[in-house]
C-alpha cells in the first residue's frame, strides 16, 4: 500500500503570476464529498496545460490535467462497491486554475469519472486517457450522437477526423470504428499507416489542398459528421468542404463558426465532464448531462481498456519528471509533438522517492 499520511505536503508545479510556474511543496489536497485523492506515478501532457498557464496567468494553482496512479483515500459519500484504495486509476481535472492539478504528487477527482486501469496497461500509457478519451467520446456521442460501441452501427456511415494523428484524433478514429463507422481520417503521409492501424479505412494528408475534394468524392457528397481535432489554421475550410453540399455538423476542439452553408459547429470542451460552471478558457455553463455521460464513458473506457481494444498514443517521457516541465512546454510550444504523448514520471523528480 502506498505511504500517505494526513498533513504531509507534496510536491507540485505550481503557477506564478506572470504565466511562469515553478516546483514547489505545498499542502496535498483533501477529497471532499463524491472525490478520491490519488497518488500520482505518471502525468500526461495537453496543449491546453501550456496555454493555461500562458493566458490564465493567476498564481498558486497546480499545472497539468492528466493522471494516473492509485487510489490513497476515499473521502465522504464514496461507497466502497464504487471505489477502493489501492485501485489502479486513471483521469483528468481542470488543471491550473486551483490549487489541484495532475503535475504534482497527489491530486483530487470525482470518483465517478476515474477510469480503471487494468494491470495490463502502465500508468504511463494510462496518464494519457482522461482529456483524449473524454474529448473524443463527448465529440462523437453527445455532440454528433454517433453510436456508441455498446450499439454499433449495422449499416455503416461515415466520419471524418480531422488531424487523426493528435492525440485526441487518435482516440476518436478508435471509438468512431469501435462504433462499426466508416472512418475517414486526415494526417501527415509518414503517420498514415499508425492511422490505418488504429482503425482509419482511408487516411489524406491534411496538407494536400486536394484533400477535401477528394473525401467529397470518396464519399460521394454524403458526409454528415466531422470532428475536427486541429481546429485552426485553414481546417475550419477544409473540414467544411469536405461534408456534403447539403451540409452537416462539425465537433470542434477551438470554437469556430463555418461559412458553409448548412454546417453547424459545436465547440466541444473536456472540462464539461466535470458538470460545474467553468470560468476558463471560455465563461460556460455547467453541463450536467456530460457529467452524466462522462460516468459512462469512464465504465466504457475501462471496459474497452481489460479488453485491450484501445492503442495509446505512444509515450515519449521526460527524464527528470516535473522538473522536465519547462522543456515539455517548449517542446510542445515549438509544434514539435508527432503522434506523441509528453509524459513526466512523478518518481523522476528529484527530490521525489
Ligand atoms: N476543447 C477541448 O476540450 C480540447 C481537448 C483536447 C485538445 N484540445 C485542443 O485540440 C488541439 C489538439 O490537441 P491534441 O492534444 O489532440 O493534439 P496533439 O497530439 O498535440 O497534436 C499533434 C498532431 O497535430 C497534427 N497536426 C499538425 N498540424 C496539423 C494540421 N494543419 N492539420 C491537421 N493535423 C495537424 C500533427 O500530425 P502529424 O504528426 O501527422 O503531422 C501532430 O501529430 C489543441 O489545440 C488542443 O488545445 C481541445
Redesign the pocket.
Known sequence: MTAYSRGKTMKAIVTLENGQFTLKDVPIPQASAGEILVKITASAQ???DW?TALLHKKPNNILGCDFAGTVVELGPEVPDTLRHVGERVAGCVQGGIAPNGAFAEYVVMQAALAIALPDSVSFEDGAQLG??C??AC?ALYDCLKLPTPDHPVEESSSVLI?????????YAVQFAKLSGMRVIA??????FE??KALGADEVYD??NSQTPRKIFASTRGSLRHAMD???????PN?VSTSLSKEGGTIA???PYVSRSKGVQTH??????ILGKELTF?FAYPAVEEHRQSAMEYAKLISALLAKGKLKP?PVKVFPNGLQSVHDGFEY?GA?K?????ITYRISDTPGID
Not at 509533438?337 to 504523448?341: G, I, L, N, P, Y
Request: proline fraction near 6%; include cysteine; aromatic fraction near 10%.
Open positions: 495537453n496543449p491546453v496555454k482529456v483524449a473524454f474529448t463527448l480531422w488531424s487523426g494523428t493528435s492525440a485526441t484524433g487518435q486526415t494526417a501527415s503521409p509518414k503517420h499508425l492511422v491534411y496538407a481535432c486541429f481546429s485552426q489554421d485553414r481546417t477544409q470542434t476542439l477551438l465547440l466541444v470542451l473536456a472540462y464539461t478558457p498514443v510542445m509544434g509533438v508527432h503522434a506523441e504523448k
